[in-house]
């Protein structure tokens, strides 16, 4: 059974910082492409970073210089370091596990993160 659970969502005011970690279990994590995604109210999901299996990362425009996102292959954790959060960051914050081969791919069931102006 594939679990993805989300932690590390909260209120934080524009300016700081928060760091989201996903830990996965039922999937050979070291395989997947990890990816985080988010969806504001009112709007489609939307990708935000990813990282692969040989540690090479991606960042939507948005967030870029202010996102860092990283893996744990021995803890099987995915981690999102968000700095100078805007309001606009405000959204639910999923995890998406994908792995290449087998072309299975799987969601987390999200973390609030809400900037406040």
């Known amino acids: 059974q594939v679990q993805l659970v989300e932690s590390g969502g909260g209120l934080v005011q524009a300016g700081g910082s928060l760091r989201l970690s996903c830990a996965a279990s039922g999937v050979i994590f070291s395989a997947n492409r990890m990816s985080w995604y988010r969806q504001a109210p009112g709007k489609q999901r939307e990708f935000v970073s990813s990282?692969?299996?040989?540690?090479?990362?991606n960042y939507s425009d948005s967030v870029k210089g202010r996102f860092t996102i990283s893996r744990d292959n021995a803890k099987n954790t995915v981690y999102l370091q968000m700095n100078s959060l805007k309001p606009d960051d405000t959204a639910v914050y999923y995890c998406y596990a994908y792995n290449p081969v087998t072309t299975y791919g799987y969601w987390g069931q999200g973390t609030q993160v809400t900037v406040s102006s």
């Open positions: 990282v692969t299996s040989g540690d090479t990362a």
